[in-house]
């Protein structure tokens, strides 16, 4: 990038500030300062996360696999509830209605988030949901307080915008039962996408290397998952150099977890796992570093269709780097940190409009960071910092 190309993405950046900052009004919201704005943020308002220069990225087959000392760089992001469509037994579909006012374009919800998702090597997405357009309801479902489902089509929100991968194990992908999930794990493979749950390994190729995926539902069944997690987690390691492993546990709108949570994460990576994703609680968690494991406990919500206005609406998004060189006795994966991105999951303040997008303005990312490193006050090995660019 010239210099000149610099200065005036610079200067765009300090105007689209200036006049971002100076139309906001400061609203808290379950003790996290938000950014007020009626209108729309759109992504061409902010500088993006990272300029990647066209050809360089994995998605678009560029000649970068290698780095200069041989090794194989592996940037990978991973995000809270994906969450799409509405509840077939009501009337009201506050999702269509968004839809609508979007011109129709199922593709509405990345707009903010698809340059960042683009410009990394593999997302992985907790899908809690389904797709199809079956009315079945189950038995055991029919007093649910809330049931997801969108149509086969609406698969496009992820093969469209840089998501590769997707968790299936969670308490609403059985929302119209098991024909359904059929249809949802179809669709998704038919769109490209991997997906993992707790029989199924989810493997995804990377710059030649494979990286395995484990996805676990905890809820109500830790005692039957001391023993298998370590299990499969040593069989999946004996077969491909990075593997990931999600789990949905927790309680909802907890911002802390809890001992069980912290003692699987830890099981986790004890037993080889490289990376520990965590969802359900709707509320971004602490994440600590262990046994040189990142355990992400909680990511929040992401694209989430499930409230009109959730009392918290601000999440992050979690990128890291694993580092891959050939040895002697195999593939030796080393980790190269980690950063954030502090977003609200609307573009909006007045409603959810179920457009993920980046915080900008400062006072709302140090509430993030504030709120992060408070609730890991009593983690024993929780990260000191949350590094907004890589280190």
Known sequence: MTKCKAGCIFLILVLCLACFSAGAEEVWEDGLLI???EEEILLEDILPTEVVEEGQNSHSGGNGIYESDGS???????????TIGGDSRKKADIFDDELQRQGGDVNFTMKNMRDILLSDDLTIVNFEGTLTNSTYVPANKKENQFLFSAPPSYVSMLS????????????HIMDHGEEAYEETKA??????????NSTEVGVAEVKGVEIAMLTYLCIDRYESLWDKVPEDIRAAKEKYPIVICSFH???????????????????????GADLVLGHHSHRMNPIEYYNGVYICYSLGNFCFAGNSKPSDMTSFVFQTRFRVRDGEEGRVVT??????????ISSRTDRNDFIPTPLTKETSI??????LKDNGKKLQYAVDNYPLAWQ
């Open 72 to 82: 194989v760089l592996i940037t990978l992001t991973a995000t809270g509830d994906f």
């Open 366 to 371: 140090d509430s993030v960071l504030m709120t």
């Open 249 to 271: 546990w927790g309680n909802e709108k907890d911002y802390v977890p809890t001992k069980n949570q912290i003692r699987m994460g830890r099981l986790a990576a004890d037993s």
């Open 187 to 196: 669709t998704l493979r038919s769109a490209g996408i991997v997906y993992s």
């Open 335 to 344: 980790n190269e940190g980690f950063r954030i991105i502090p977003i609200r």
């Open 160 to 171: 469209d915008n840089g998501v590769e991968a997707a968790a299936l194990e969670n308490n």
């Open 35 to 37: 950014e007020e704005e």
